[in-house]
């Protein structure tokens, strides 16, 4: 690898003190891959220099999750454990700044019985969902991304420097360059994203109408107070500002649950429980997921859209230009990326605080006023090339949004 220990440690601050932006006093839980334990020694020393009170690390290992899966009986891996769940009692007591750090191989569950894999993870996120809800909204947290040698090969399988040319991509992405300042930079890209959230505010539409000749022809209801918002959160504990995901290229809302129609066609794969789902489409009546089609990974598409309630139901919609600087990269395997680099939607939960003081409701009074509820959040990628998109006023006025993947304002 021949990225510089100076860009690393560069990039290790931007994502502690931009990313999560740690306050003095503040508990942090990292979260990385045993083989990234070299660059988690440099997220955890910028922790502590930004102020933080302690420092704890979630560490993951693909080996061990396919081991698990293939020996490991479905109800084991199904419980939670009494440790586990005091785990996530003192979360939500600590309230921490939550870093994740990907890198994982998409392959890394491939060939694993994807009616284990969904059955499992609606066991264990059951338990967990109630956790999740009472610290949402109250800390800061980021994602962002290590390449490792099977993700480089999967993006680049037939470059001898995959790994580097996967470093250049993500540092590309998320702005840290040898000269220049990431910092001043984000700062920059963050305004951008905020003014064009402003304009799609001040516009009113009761509705989004999408085409494509690849196939996609669909309408979704908004939510008439939920706002567009785009690059970075407030913690609405402590007023902190921070950027949950690096990079980012996104402006984002919640519809109104169960209410669009028609068909979305993907036009990335999928990475979804350590497996890919690829050339698929999702066709909607009435609100909710009705049939789906994919060429790779029918069975486990199918198991997701069924694993709860809301899981049919979309809870995210997003707008992403293709001029994104992640798009010019490929495809990455990986949702961090691929959902910044063309427009995308979400299956499953939405998000509370689009809404006026959305953040204070309980998950029931925003299910009310239509926020979707749902024990999972899967993004999937609709930005098509042609993709044209219209914002339909109440009055039926269709004001373009974007054509050909792009603004068309």
Known sequence: MSISEKLLHKYAELIVRTGANVQKGQTVLLTISVEQNEFAAMIIEACYKAGARKV????????????????????????????????????VEDLPCRIFIVSDDPDALNGIDPGKLSEVGKCRRKVMKPYRDAINGKHQWVIAAYPSVKWARKCFPDAEDAVDRLWNAILTTVRVQDENDPVEDWKAHTDFIQKKAAWLNAQGFSSLRYSSENGTDFQVELIPDAKWEGAGSVNMNNGVFYIPNMPTEELFTSPAAGKCEGTLVAVRPLSYNGQLIENFSITFENG????????????????????????????????VPRESPVNQFGLFYETLFDENACCH????????????????????????????DSMIHVDFMIGADDLAIDGIRPNGEAVPVFRNGTWAV
């Open 56 to 91: 704890n690390v979630d560490w993951t290992f693909d080996a061990h999750a396919r081991l698990n899966y293939l020996y490991a009986d479905q109800e084991t891996l199904s419980t939670v454990l009494p440790w586990e769940k005091a785990k996530l009692e003192q979360m």
């Open 288 to 319: 909710r997921a009705v049939s789906c089609r994919a060429e790779k990974g029918q069975e486990l598409l199918e198991q997701m859209i069924h694993m709860d309630e809301g899981a049919a139901m979309l809870g995210e919609v997003a707008l």
């Open 345 to 372: 939607c979400a299956l499953g939960m939405g998000f509370r605080e689009v809404l006026p003081g959305g953040n204070e409701l309980s998950v029931e009074e925003a299910r009310e006023k239509g926020i979707n």
